[in-house]
């Protein structure tokens, strides 16, 4: 298990997580009279890439917001007092299917599960083993350190749901984290309610088996059933495609579609997007024996095909979406990636279309009653 300082990671792949992940951040930054332009210039990151809930940011980037801010507030215990506030719910859909959960087992491990949804190497795992039961939280990207915030931040959010499901009085038997002892770990110790150690394998609560049975007073069962069956649809269609990337190119391929989305993919957004300044973003690619011109032409070749099948959509209407000066340019790319026109792919491909359509829907939605 990887853990500890910074070090140089071999992968390739930038680790990311959601922007939905830096909720209460920033809020609580100025609330704490911090200067919340400088806490994003020092994870150097701008407004604008906090701005979208659904879009990502290098993992590396996010943990530095999040120390920044207690640096700027200077609030040692930033992340353990923002977690106090800001719920699970938070988190996107890991987070509502914990909230939804009918009991405290079903909510960590459905969190757990789907984490990935949110972030990239990270662990996340509900146990139970020894007559005990344990949440564990851990980042595995030895880049995104110091870390200690974002941990104190997950852990106490997961107390604070137990204890509000299970009543004010209640207690984890301990709390442990891989970070080493802060000069306060009294306040820690005050918040979470418990024995709170350090320097240990990974950051994890540890409770007895009957607080992880008990119900949740504010359960949804028909609501959890159908963000279960969303998320495990996602899992699904995960696997189908090959997601996530499995090397740094197809990672490069989706942060260009990500900022064609947004109406900028230059080589200077996408390589903004993955947290990496511009030469080392060509120099990664470069080991990969591609370029940022060859990756997006491929990009706009798959984006083509996929426009192209909207039978809606003019010819004309597409080259303009796909940022050709005029229609011809754009049947002279389409013709040199497959051969053919735009219409006559369009042709070729009506057939398949049609007994594609006749196919029975696989992935019905649940019945709720």
Not at 83 to 111: M, T
Not at 140 to 163: A, C, G, H, K, Y
Request: with cysteine.
């Amino acid at each position: 298990m990887l853990r500890g300082g910074p070090g140089r990671c071999m992968n390739l792949l930038i680790p990311t997580i959601q922007v939905a992940a830096t909720a209460g951040i920033l809020e609580y930054t100025a609330a704490g009279g911090g200067d919340v332009g400088w806490v994003v210039r020092e994870a150097k990151l701008t407004l604008e890439d906090l701005s979208r809930p659904e879009h990502r940011l290098p993992l590396r980037k996010f943990v530095s917001l999040i120390e920044a801010a207690s640096h700027s507030t200077g609030d040692d215990c930033f992340g353990a007092h923002l977690g106090q506030i800001c719920g699970l719910g938070e988190l996107g859909l890991p987070g509502y299917l914990a909230n939804f959960a009918p009991d405290v087992e079903r909510a960590l491990s459905s969190f757990a599960r789907y984490y990935y949804l949110l972030g990239d190497a990270t662990d996340v795992r509900f146990e139970k083993r020894d007559r005990r039961a344990s949440f564990t939280y851990q980042v595995l990207d030895p880049e995104s350190w110091p870390r200690r915030q974002d941990s104190e931040q997950v852990l106490t959010m997961i107390v604070f749901l137990i204890r509000g499901w299970n009543g004010p009085q209640w207690r984890p038997e301990a709390v442990w984290f891989e970070h080493d002892e802060p000069a306060n770990a009294a306040e820690l110790e005050r918040i979470l309610g418990c024995p709170v150690r350090f320097n240990r394998e990974t950051n994890s609560v540890w409770f007895d088996l009957a607080s992880a049975a008990h119900e949740n007073p504010k359960a949804d069962e028909r609501l959890f059933h159908l963000l279960s069956w969303f998320a495990e649809t996602v899992t699904d269609r995960h696997a189908e495609h090959g997601n996530p990337p499995t090397s740094f190119r197809d990672q490069v391929l989706a942060s260009i579609e990500t900022c064609a989305n947004l109406g900028q993919a230059t080589i200077h957004s996408v390589s903004h997007a993955l947290g990496l300044e511009a030469r080392t973003f060509q120099r990664r690619l470069s080991a990969e024996n591609s370029s940022f011109r060859e990756l997006f032409e491929t990009y706009l070749q798959r984006e083509s095909e996929k426009l192209l099948s909207r039978r809606e959509l003019a010819e004309k209407e597409i080259a303009a979406r796909l940022g050709y000066g005029s229609l011809n340019s754009f049947i002279r790319a389409f013709r040199r990636w497959n051969g053919l026109t735009p219409g006559e792919w369009r042709t070729a491909r009506v057939s398949g279309v049609v007994s594609r359509c006749r196919e029975p829907m696989s992935s019905a939605v649940p019945r709720l009653s």
